[in-house]
C-alpha cells in the first residue's frame, strides 16, 4: 500500500463524514483524487490536524476522521492523550506511516521504534489496530465508521512508492474554511446530535 492508495481508500469510505488531512503530501493527494465541502486541508501546522477532529467531534458528537502522518503525530503526541481522555468521542485517526518526512525531503522519522497502537491504547484509545494492505483498510475503515464508540486509531503501514505527488494545495485558505465549516454546520443543523461523555 502506498499514501496515494490509502487516501484515496479513506475518501472512497468517507462521503457524509468530516475529513481532516494533515499538511504535506496527505492534503495534496486528497485535492487531487477528490475536492469536496467535506475536506479540510490542514495546511501549514504540522502536528495539530488531531487537535482540530477533536474539537469538531466534540462539538458535534458526530464521526469525525483525521488523516495524519507518523512525522505529525510524532511531533505533537499530546493529540493522542486529548482524544483518549474522552471516552466516547467519535474520533477515527488514521495514522499514515511511511517513516518519512516525504514533503520536506524525505528525511527519516524516529517511528520505526514507535508502536503508534500501543501509545494510542495506554492513551485511552478504545480500539486500535494496523492495516498493512488497501483491502484491510477499507474494510476497518467501514466497519468503525458503522458503529464508532469512541477514539479509535488505525495505523496504516506505507510501504510501496507512491506515484508523482500532486501540486500545493493553491486556493484561498479562508475561503477554504468557511467551505468546510459551512458543511459541517448545514450537517449539524440537519442531522440530531449525539451527547459525547467526557471521562
Not at 83 to 111: E, K, R
Not at 117 to 137: D, I, N, P, T, V
Request: hydrophobic content about 40%.
Amino acid at each position: 500500500m502506498n499514501k496515494a492508495g490509502a487516501v484515496a481508500t479513506v475518501i472512497e469510505r468517507t462521503p457524509r463524514e468530516p475529513v481532516l488531512f494533515t499538511t504535506g503530501y496527505a492534503s495534496r493527494i486528497a485535492k487531487h483524487v477528490a475536492d469536496r465541502d467535506n475536506h479540510f486541508y490542514m495546511t501549514g501546522s504540522m502536528g495539530l490536524v488531531s487537535a482540530i477532529g477533536v474539537g469538531i467531534a466534540l462539538g458535534t458528537g458526530r464521526p469525525v476522521v483525521v488523516v495524519d502522518g507518523d512525522g505529525s503525530l510524532l511531533m505533537n503526541p499530546a493529540g493522542l492523550l486529548t482524544a483518549g481522555s474522552v471516552p466516547h468521542l467519535p474520533l477515527l485517526h488514521v495514522v499514515m506511516d511511511d517513516a518519512s518526512y516525504a514533503s520536506t525531503g524525505g528525511q527519516h522519522t524516529p517511528g520505526a521504534a514507535a508502536d503508534f497502537c500501543g501509545l494510542a491504547r495506554a492513551s485511552g484509545y478504545r480500539f486500535a489496530a494496523k492495516a498493512e494492505r488497501q483491502g484491510e483498510l477499507s474494510t476497518l475503515l467501514g466497519r468503525l465508521l458503522r458503529n464508532i464508540d469512541g477514539p479509535s486509531l488505525l495505523h496504516c503501514v506505507l510501504s510501496d512508492a507512491d506515484p508523482p505527488v500532486p501540486p500545493r494545495v493553491e486556493v484561498d485558505l479562508a475561503s477554504h474554511a468557511r467551505r468546510f465549516n459551512g458543511w459541517v454546520r448545514i450537517q449539524s443543523s440537519t442531522q440530531p446530535n449525539r451527547t459525547v461523555m467526557e471521562g
